[in-house]
């Protein structure tokens, strides 16, 4: 392990964010369905928001003030995690970083949960902030589920023209979900992820697309959205289907969420600074 595969910025004192990352009730609310912790010698998650969850796999390496390490089985290989708080001001960073992560299990199609870690933390690190600062959380991915499609709503107090400009906008699409997005606003249209120049051909493809909902092809599966607006607030309903149920894409839903809770955030918070650190 070398660079942190993912970190976020908490604004909070290192021990409130340390209390949330150990302290097994909190642990149920923002992070796993099970939880039991009990320093330095236990720090167990498990149940159908955690990765290979049917049980606990977690064995503690060490355990201090501002870290947590532990070795966790997925996929019968052992890895090894680690939880690095830093405090600076006030605002506390959470870092982790973990062995055996394979970028390119994503894009196989392979089922191995190694190729899901990234988005894992992502969308679990995330829930950790808005849990903190005492934001609503997002929705969480249930790793067990052998579905077709997956869908989660969030409540954005933003009105539907600001959520649809966010969504199809290139520019801002791509400042809160932290990544280049290149979007080509109409029906035919490209959208791509990493940029338009980068995907070429390759690049998902608009097949419907209104003031309120649209749907984006990707080849192996369809992303859609719908908003509903009232009262200056939207509701937005986001989809994912056409997928083999019998191999869900955990990785790539739980990235879709992470990045749409922080749109939320991004519409939501006037002075917006995304909880996640860049680079």
């Keep these: 392990m070398t660079e942190p595969m993912t970190s976020v910025r908490i604004q909070a004192p290192l021990k409130t964010v340390f209390h949330a990352l150990t302290d097994p009730a909190e642990m149920r609310a923002w992070f796993a369905e099970h939880a039991e912790v009990d320093l330095p010698n236990r720090y167990e998650f498990w149940g159908r928001y955690t990765l290979d969850g049917d049980a606990p796999h977690q064995r503690v390496i060490e355990a201090g003030d501002d870290v947590i390490k532990f070795a966790w089985t997925l996929d019968d290989t052992e890895t090894t995690a680690e939880l690095r708080l830093t405090e600076t001001d006030g605002e506390t960073t959470v870092a982790v970083t973990q062995s055996h992560f ?4 994503i894009f196989s199609g392979s089922p191995s949960p190694l190729g899901a870690l990234e ?36 409540e954005i107090d933003a009105p539907t023209d600001r959520v649809r400009t966010a969504l199809t906008d290139s520019e801002q699409a791509s400042t809160w979900f932290g990544y280049p997005i290149g979007i080509e606003p109409e029906v035919g249209g490209r959208f791509a992820m990493g940029g338009l120049e980068a995907a070429g051909d390759h690049a998902a493809k608009f097949v419907a697309l209104d003031d309120t909902s649209a749907r984006i092809d990707w080849g192996s599966m369809v992303t859609s959205w719908e908003l509903d607006g009232s009262g200056g607030k939207t509701t937005l309903t986001f989809v994912t289907s056409g997928f083999d149920a019998a191999q869900p894409p955990y990785a790539s839903w739980a990235g879709w969420l992470s990045g749409l809770v922080e749109l939320r955030r991004y519409l939501e918070q006037p002075n917006w600074r995304s909880v996640f650190v860049q680079g």
Aim: zero cysteines; hydrophobic letters at 40%; glycine letters at 8%.
């Design 102 to 105: 394979d970028r390119e299990l």
């Design 119 to 154: 988005t894992f933390w992502a969308l679990a690190l995330g829930n950790l902030a808005d849990h903190v600062e005492g934001r609503k959380l997002g929705p969480r991915v249930d790793y067990t589920a052998k579905v077709s499609e997956f869908s989660a709503t969030l």
